[in-house]
């Protein structure tokens, strides 16, 4: 499975952006991961695609909402109320099944970048 970040950019510190990942085929759960400059990357939210359940960081609660789109084959994760400590690269990810230990497919990574 082959994943397309975007919708990353540049926005001040309250307002939102829309990350998009689309996928060439399906996987057992979709999610979102950030690395910021010198920090390791972190677990953001993911969803799995059969009945749409989430889970997220306790840093984006209430503020990050992650989506799919079936027909599509995309994943979206809505970033409200921005902060600077949110400035990172994000990356959308893949896992297989449900008895993959890991992430299996990662996508290249949309630069997010708040400003204060």
């Known amino acids: 499975v082959q994943l397309q970040a975007s919708g990353g950019g540049l926005v001040e510190a309250g307002g939102s952006l829309r990350l998009s990942c689309a996928a060439s085929?399906?996987?057992?759960?979709m999610g979102w991961f950030r690395q910021a400059p010198g920090k390791e990357r972190e677990f953001v939210a993911d969803?799995?695609?059969?009945?749409?359940?989430?889970n997220y960081a306790d840093s984006v609660k209430g503020r990050f909402s992650i989506s799919r789109d079936n027909a599509k084959n995309t994943v979206y994760l809505q970033a409200n109320s921005l902060k600077p400590e949110d400035t990172a690269v994000y990356y959308c990810?893949?896992?297989?099944?449900?008895?993959?230990?890991?992430?299996?497919?990662w996508g290249q990574g949309t630069l997010v970048t708040v400003s204060s």
């Open positions: 990810a893949g896992r297989r099944s449900m008895w993959s230990p890991g992430y299996d497919f």
């Open positions: 085929g399906r996987s057992y759960r």
């Open positions: 969803i799995r695609w059969s009945d749409g359940s989430t």
